[in-house]
Each structure stands twice: as C-alpha cells, then as structure tokens.
T-cell receptor, first 114, second 110 residues
C-alpha cells in the first residue's frame, strides 16, 4: 500500500537555526499539507499546497515558514529561524483530490529546538 | 468550517461496541463528515467519511441523522489496539483547510 514518508524522524536543532523537513507524498496525489502537533495538544493545520502554490495557510504559518516542491516527488517545510516553541511533531499529508478530507498522513518528524 | 463538539474521553472494554457522537449544529449543505484516528506519536489515519444516512466500511460505521446536526462513529467489538484519539471533522470537501478539534480519547480496557 502506498504511504507518505517523512525524513528525518527526529531532528534536534538550536534556536535560530534553519531546518528543512522533508516529505514524499503518495505518487498520484496532487494536494499536500503540513500540520504540527505540540506534545499533548491537538493537530494544527499549517498549510496546504496545490499546483505549486500555497492554497491556504493558518496564522501559525508566518514568514518564518515556507514550503516547496523542489521536484516531482519531494515536499518540504522550511523553518528559517527556529524558536523553542517550534518544538513539535510535524506531519505531512497528501490527498488525491481536494474534494475529499481523505488525507494520508506520514509518520511525522519530531522537531526539538534547544 | 462548522464547529464540532465531541466527548473528551470514553472508556470501554474489549469486545464491546463503542459509539462516539459528534455534534455539528452549524453544518452547511456542502459539508461532509470525516473521522480520523490517531495513535500516540503517529499521524492521524482516515477512518470513514459520509454525507448522510449510514456509511460502513471494514473498520467502522458512520450514522448521520436526517438533520445532519450530529453523527455517530460506531466501532464494533473494540480491542485494546483501538485505544486512540478519534477526531470528527466537518467541512466542505473542496476546502483546503483542515481543522482538527480536541478529539475523543478512547481507552479500551481488558
């Protein structure tokens, strides 16, 4: 069964450093998403991406965040200057259609900012 | 996006049927109802989606009354491995923004 993959599984970085989280969505999917989940809290929407541009973004997704689909398979989330409060699990998801909430989530990247 | 209300937590025993109800009084005509399951340290997993009446798949059933102001996720004969958080989402399926609520934490006991 096809699945979304994410790398790395765990990233430790120092405050102020840039990090790039990588995702490989399911190959025939056209819609891509990033979410985060702070430990013990709910899943928070960050951004959705379609046709090489951002479709929607939340208030969390400020100028420190950016997304890119650098090639036909990868989808990345960049945090330019990490803060302590960016420590969270980051989940990538993809869906075949925008006309469905049937999104497939990756296993997540645990980001720890020290 | 319609606001949803679910119980914060539920307890059950192995082998029982579990019904989790979600209220969504402001559901719009174009909105679908979708349920996800999340295990600790894993991403949410799609369970089921419906618009009205009843939908069933190999994992669960979803019951939606005629007024669509609520929905019930039914898990038949739960096992310990069904211990997870269950999220009810309501929104237009053409929308790009997905909002998760706090979910219902289901704890299945032996």
């Amino acid at each position: 069964e096809p699945e979304v993959t994410q790398t790395p599984s765990h990233q430790v970085t120092q405050m102020g450093q840039e990090v790039i989280l990588r995702c490989v969505p399911i190959s025939n999917h056209l819609y891509f998403y990033w979410y985060r989940q702070i430990l013990g809290q709910k899943v928070e929407f960050l951004v959705s991406f379609y046709n090489n541009e951002i479709s929607e973004k939340s208030e969390i997704f400020d100028d420190q965040f950016s997304v890119e689909r650098p090639d036909g398979s990868n989808f990345t989330l960049k945090i330019r200057s990490t803060k302590l409060e960016d420590s969270a699990m980051y989940f990538c998801a993809s869906s075949e259609l925008a006309t469905s909430y049937e999104q497939y989530f990756g296993p997540g990247t645990r980001l720890t900012v020290t | 996006l319609a606001k949803t209300t679910q119980p914060i937590s539920m307890d059950s025993y192995e082998g029982q049927e579990v019904n989790i109800t979600c209220s969504h009084n402001n559901i719009a005509t174009n909105d679908y109802i979708t349920w996800y399951q999340q295990f600790p340290s894993q991403g949410p997993r799609f369970i089921i989606q419906g618009y009205k009446t009843k939908v069933t798949n190999e994992v669960a059933s979803l019951f939606i009354p005629a007024d669509r102001k609520s929905s019930t996720l039914s898990l038949p004969r739960v096992s310990l491995s069904d211990t997870a958080v269950y999220y009810c989402l309501v929104g237009e399926t053409g929308g790009f923004k997905t909002i998760f609520g706090a979910g219902t934490r289901l704890f299945v006991k032996a």
